[in-house]
């Protein structure tokens, strides 16, 4: 919100040094954006549509600096009439407005005063006449939109608000430009058609120098049709980012005044009706009953109770003593105050965040209590570090031809509105995704990889979505190599078995991806690895002082290699390791360790268990 | 003939590792692969083997001999004073290590930060629906917010990729008893067209702690110690009033702005500040919608942005190289 600091001291004493200024601003909830010259521009608080006006800033200024607000002169309404004669509402429309209240005046269109002009031009809007400017001058003043309409051009002399028609057009105030509207949208008529949406007034009822009575008009809509309207027609005005807030109904009359007061100093404007006043439930003001003692208990400092009720007096708020409590009445504008959180942080604010001190959480510490589901990740990142490979993050949808030639397009979950639609299946695997960070890789020159990703993959059983954690992991260099790692995070885990999906990546879908290095992978579900994962793992034992005897097989292999180093093992429980060194043909080689602890062995302590080991029927199953 | 040739194989390594010097090594390879040396004896009688027991016992033969040679070599090498012929002004043998993504890296770091704190990590699900996503955390259908974050959709209008860590929040809400003290950081997703300063993937990190007479003036303390912790212990910080539909007050923290040193810049926008986390008191209807009585308990959390912190922490001004294959790790 731009605000023009010399037109801002109309309505308060600002302090000379416009720094002192926006840092209290800032510090009490409406920080500085940039400064521009003489206008200061401040950054929306979505809740405080008072502050769209420069009054609401000059308030806060007011209170912050122990000033005085002036509020600007206006000249009293007609009466209303209760017949309303001048709007009519739809029923269809009437969870569309909430308040919609106009009169008519004669008026003598012009130029506008220099010095209104200038101040237009400071906050960012051209002029265009004495009425249309003075309508702008009080929404900037006020934070209420309102329109006049060239009342002779209104078919019927009145206003009916009604959801428009599905397809039916409007010309906007803006020349040539012409929108197509929906039920959705509410309209605001003449008797023949559309003259005025909530956010944007109609060409062709616009105030000319030709007009010489106008219908004023300031009202309170649906925030949210408001809102939705302005994005599907794609417009956005001064008027639209004011509707779309919670602007109380109570606001409308003092706008009106005020236009009043200025139509007649410089249009020499002259009602020439009652006020049609469309407010048909009138909201009462809330009160809230208020421990001062919430001060304490939230912000964790001691404001007196003195304090507390001039702070509140300073924004507007009616403190009245009830009891230990107050009862408080927050001002129409200050729509955001619903409850006694609210009132604590009126207060805090204004006496200043900086004043509360710094004091650690007390108390029994609370158990520590880490998701395993988080804890495993963190310990798969430090056992794949350990073992030489980068973690890389992936992104969670990927390209639906990849997913396709990966066969991952089965019962994987599909985004209804992907920003590009070619990029729109979630993963259920990790390694479409690892094998194409690995080909960029490749692509520049890095022919030694080893990434791994820990994240979700995602996938649909009918109408149920699941997620699951896995740990994918790709290499360059051979099948063994990669089990290899498997087979030492198993061990590092202390599970015997991580059910790995260990893989080559399809040579022929590498072709296709025009991937030239062989890559191997493996993919892990760590949602099953955290049921199987032992609470304590034990990789120490200490070494027998005596020396082994380690000495070197040859054997054939029938069956599994997994079966072999069983059988062997059970031969002797001197045989304390089995390496394999080489295979040829069935014929393996391995190293077999015998270590006592105990004792030194010698070479007819192993004789007996070497003989069973080579004899050429030993592992024939 | 094999076992004998294993046996020696066998012999001949011990023998090798016991050798106390290089004139016992010496000695032991014209003993065992000199011209009498009995590795060379035992192939003279290979002449009588048929043809197939020669392919058979060649191999071993020929895997003895280069296990024996390998050994000697090894040893010799091993025994050989570093210095002899390195010069070792040139540079080592570069070794290879994993790291971790810059992410985790950081989300660690903080971690480790909040542990100390007494917080714990959580985790939770990444596609959510409509009232942990939005209504859960005080954004009623129809909050102006809504609008900010446009959402991933899977299943409109309900079923959505999580547009914030803080549906997490919502869960521990709902399913722990206070006290507790809780961060989280995670993967988030937003509609946005992918540019070097935005993506639809981005990561957040958030805390939580919730107990009786938990006030602003721990919330302070706990962000204050965060921050002399993390960016340094001379680094300043402000709390200003900020506007969140989750809590209430609200606050804004900031820090100094480092580029400049507080006179301002393009960074900062001239405020000497930048804006890192934003922050407050749990909005009492948080509490309300999972049955915690907002008289008895109160709780603060806050929420930063772990992918900018990431991204200024190692100095990557591109938000896409985080995930595309454009991250480079130095060793």
Redesign the interface.
Known sequence: MNVPLSWLSDYVKLPKDTKSLTDKL????H?????KGDVIDLEL????PDLLGLIGVAREVATVFNQKLKLPEIKKLPKTDIKCPFVKVDKAASNMVYRYTAFSLKVEVGPSPDWMIKRLASWGVPTINNVVDITNYVMIETGQPMHAFDLDKLKGKRLSLRPAKDGEPFSTIQQGQTVVLTSKDLAICDDEKVQCLTLIGGLESKVTNNTTEIALEAATYN??NC?RSS?RLKIMTDGSVRH??HQHPAQVIPALERAYYLLQKYASAKSTSLLSDFYPKPLKPKSILFKPSEV??????EVPINTIIKILNSLEFKVAKSGLNLKITPPAFRTDIE????I??EI??IYG??Q???????????Q????P???I??TL?DH??????????????INNKLAQQFGCDKDA????????PNIST?RTSLIPGLS??AK??LN?NNL?I?L?EV??V?NKHDTK?S?TIKLGFIATGDILYIKGVADTLAKLLGIININPLISQLDPKLAFTLNIKTPLFFVEINVDELLNNLPAFVNHYAIQSIYPP??????INLSGSYEELVNKIKSVSPLIKNIEFI?K?GD?L?LRITYHDKNKQLSNEDIASFREIL?DPDFHKS | MKNKLINIKNEALAMIMGASDTSELERLRINYLGKNGSLTQIAKDFKDLSSEEKADIGRIFSEAKSAIENALDEIKFNTRKVSENIDQTLPGKPVRVGLMHPISAVAREMNDIFRYLGFSVADGPEIEDDEFNYNRLNLPKDHPARDLQDSLYIKEPDILLRTHTSSLEAHILATHKPPFRFVFPGKSYRYENVSASNHMIFFQYEGIAVGENITMANLKSTLETFIHMFFGPERKSRFRCKYYPQVEPGVGVDIDCQFCQQKGCSVCKNRGWVEMLGAGMIHPNMFRMVGIDPAKYSGFAWGMGLDRITMSRYKLNDIRALFNGNLEYKI
Request: aromatic letters at 8%; zero cysteines; a neutral charge.
């Open positions: 800032t510090a009490i909830g920080m500085l954006d940039k400064t608080r979505g809740n405080r925030q949210a809102r994005r779309e807030k304490k208990r939230l912000g964790g400092i409850e006694s959180a609210d604590v942080e805090l604010r965040y900086d509360i001190p710094s004091i650690p959480l007390s108390g029994v510490s609370p520590p209590m880490t998701y589901t988080f804890k990740q963190e990142r794949m570090t350990k073992l030489g490979f980068d973690e890389v993050i992936t992104l969670s949808m979950i599909n985004l209804i509105n992907p920003p590009d979630l194409e960070y960029k890789m520049q030694d080893k791994f994240g979700k995602f979505y997620e005897i380690i000495e070197d097989i040859n080489e040829y014929k080689t080579v």
